[in-house]
């Protein structure tokens, strides 16, 4: 379609920026430049931007998380209820009611799980409960098992559930993701195979946490924006911790003084990941097919020969704003994908991570798991490599629990790695694996146990190399 510049103003608000006939056919006006720009710019401000809040460096999401996580955590119990036991019998009554479970009200269509699913949710259902009466076997209520799940970790994961779910459209529904994908399309596609748009789940991760992340590109995979091979690519290599979680996590072994080139390391082992593993099973045999099993579509190429790439994303941006729900609408949508996502992953989160941590704490499973690993870390020459072993392989358990381990670990530089796997690892189960099985891109509970080893594996070396020179 041919476009031709605007001039000057017509005296209506129009604006001279973008071309008067696109392929919307509507002029560009002050009043639709604004529904770009603002919803955008204050989810930038919200979930991408730094700042000195409560007296560290953050961004405003993870310290509204925080903030919040702080006032309904004396009141989990309630809010467990809620969201984990009422729900889990609603969706037993449906599962046992052909009549309910084929009606198609939202109500019923929420509860309405699938058989697997449900009988991990009844599972953590029970094991929620066991740790709040302190019942049963002492491995699931422990405060090392359970109970961290409960008190600590299930607070932390609500919160960012409905935030999120309610703030990402402004980074999403309003253009955002058009303008960037338009702006860095093409080296991001040379580079690793993704559509530009990837870059801003990257982003959300980086700046204020990876379930964020996994959240909106799950968004958009359901959208039709994302394969599932691109999906899965996404998810599992780009959303890292947040740069403020990832300080945290570096104060467990006190390291903090080397904090810039630690991630520093930890970016170049993470982009080596990238580069290397959609390259290699499981991921490059995830289908390159949409949630619907069809072939991707290429997007269309609408930039008109005389138009620059700044006006081309700009007019994108634009007329993606203008298809954007109305806010009490776009509401509604959220608050209803944020209880779907809270009444499945929550419980689910209880089991196998009360499973996950007891095995670490009662058995020596993980112990005989990391033998294989300890000659790797040896030719990598890293001192005190069979607990370095352990302390890593619990990283796919919860990402803390390498840190905890490796705490007492004499050599500066073996700490150091373990501190960068930790991170580089993305994926755990007690938060991040589960959100992914959620999102239903492609992947299994093996599928992403295999891709999480083969991080590890890749990024020892770098940041052993990088250790070495740091230290």
Not at 29 to 39: A, D, E, G, V, W
Not at 71 to 88: E, G, N, R
Not at 235 to 251: G, K, P, R
Not at 306 to 334: F, N
Request: aromatic residues 8%; positive net charge.
């Amino acid at each position: 379609m041919k476009h031709t510049r605007r001039q000057a103003s017509t005296g209506r608000g129009d604006i001279d920026l973008l071309d008067s006939t696109h392929s919307t056919g509507q002029p560009v006006s002050t009043q639709r430049l604004l529904r770009f720009l603002i919803p955008s710019l204050i989810g930038v401000l919200l979930f991408m931007t730094p700042m000195l809040l409560g007296g560290q460096w953050t961004v405003p999401i993870a310290y509204l998380i925080s903030q919040i996580t702080a006032l309904v955590a004396p009141y989990m119990m309630t809010i467990a209820i809620i969201i984990v036991v009422i729900p889990s019998l609603i969706s037993t009554v449906i599962l046992l009611s052909p009549a309910l479970k084929r009606h198609p009200h939202p109500f019923f269509q929420l509860f309405n799980a699938r058989p697997g699913w449900l009988l991990l949710r009844l599972a953590g259902t029970a094991a929620l409960l066991m740790v709040y009466l302190e019942a049963g076997p002492v491995w699931v209520w422990d405060k090392d098992t359970g109970g961290v799940l409960l008190y600590e970790v299930a607070p932390i994961l609500l919160t960012l559930f409905f935030l999120s779910s309610i703030l990402l459209p402004l980074l999403t529904d309003y253009g955002l993701m058009e303008f960037i994908s338009v702006m860095i399309n093409r080296p991001f596609q040379r580079m690793f195979k993704l559509p530009g748009r990837a870059a801003i789940d990257c982003l959300a991760s980086w700046l204020s946490a990876s379930s964020v992340g996994i959240i909106l590109t799950s968004q958009q995979y359901h959208d039709g924006h994302y394969t599932k091979r691109q999906a899965s690519t996404i998810a599992t290599n780009y959303s890292i911790v947040s740069i403020a979680f990832a300080y945290v996590v570096l104060s467990f072994v006190n390291l903090e003084r080397v904090f810039l080139g630690w991630y520093l390391s930890v970016t170049l082992a993470g982009i080596a990941c990238t580069l290397i593993i959609p390259r290699l099973p499981p991921l490059s045999r995830v289908a390159n097919l949409t949630r619907d099993d069809e072939p991707p579509q290429q997007e269309q190429d609408d930039r008109a020969a005389d138009e620059p790439l700044l006006g081309w994303a700009l007019r994108r941006g634009i007329e993606r704003a203008d298809r954007a729900q109305k806010p009490l609408a776009k509401l509604k949508s959220s608050l209803y994908a944020a209880a779907d996502l809270s009444i499945t992953v929550y419980p689910t989160m209880m089991i196998l991570g009360v499973l996950g941590l007891a095995l670490i704490k009662y058995t020596p499973v993980v112990d005989v798991l990391a033998t294989p690993l300890v000659p790797y870390l040896e030719l990598m020459g890293l001192p005190e490599a069979r607990v370095a072993a352990t302390a890593m392989l619990t990283g796919f358990i919860d990402l803390l629990m390498p840190v905890i381990l490796g705490s007492s670990i004499e050599s500066e530089l073996t700490r150091f790695v373990i501190a960068g796997a930790a991170v580089n690892g993305i994926i755990f189960l007690t938060e991040v694996a589960i959100v992914i099985l959620k999102a239903r891109i492609g992947l299994n509970l093996l599928q992403l146990f295999m891709i999480w080893l083969l991080r590890l594996l890749i990024a020892i070396p770098i940041l052993s190399l990088m250790g070495r020179i740091i230290l």
